[in-house]
């Protein structure tokens, strides 16, 4: 396993940042907060830009852990309340779209990490794969088929700095086969 860096990176100019979505309900329980919080900072340190949905739950305690580390965090909003924000974003992409925003969300992410589960959580680990996307999965759902066999969807991490080190790998390679 490749240690996760430990400082800031200074990003590299001629190729985008890694844009890692980490997604999570809304009424997380506080491992799973603290899961995402510490997602959070491991991803800013690795310079990579944080996408989440901006309000409650796992997408607060990841924008926490990742504004507290100095990362860039967006937050893609299914609303327009402005309100209903979390503290720690450095954007927010208001699309007043309800659920639809998820699609928005995984399309602008090169990976997922998904942390816990809810029926929002699904969707967006749904949608990630059906745009060929690299899921990290910590706790939270998994799939089986009608014969209730496993379907593999994702890849299980067992720790935050596990998702994250595969999240980053695998958006490496993402943006190194779209830069060829």
């Not at 396993?1 to 940042?17: E, L």
């Amino acid at each position: 396993m490749t240690a996760v860096p430990t400082g800031p990176s200074v990003p590299d100019p001629s190729r985008p940042a890694p844009q890692i979505a980490v997604c999570g309900p809304r009424d997380c329980t506080e491992p799973e907060a603290a899961a995402a919080r510490e997602a959070g900072r491991l991803l800013a340190r690795a310079g990579a830009v944080t996408l989440c949905g901006g309000g409650s739950g796992v997408t607060a305690a990841v924008a926490e852990g990742a504004s507290g580390a100095g990362g860039f965090v967006v937050g893609i909003r299914p609303d327009t309340d402005r309100a209903a924000v979390c503290a720690g974003l450095s954007a927010v992409v208001y699309t007043n779209m309800g659920e639809a925003r998820n699609a928005i969300l995984v399309a602008s992410a090169d990976a997922v990490i998904v942390i816990g589960g809810s029926w929002g959580t699904l969707s967006e680990l749904a949608l990630a794969r059906h745009r060929d996307l690299p899921v990290i999965t910590l706790g939270g759902w998994s799939i089986v088929d009608a014969d209730g066999a496993p379907v593999a969807t994702a890849h299980a991490a067992r720790t935050a700095a596990e998702a994250v080190e595969f999240a980053l790998a695998a958006s490496a390679a993402r943006l190194g086969n779209r830069n060829q």
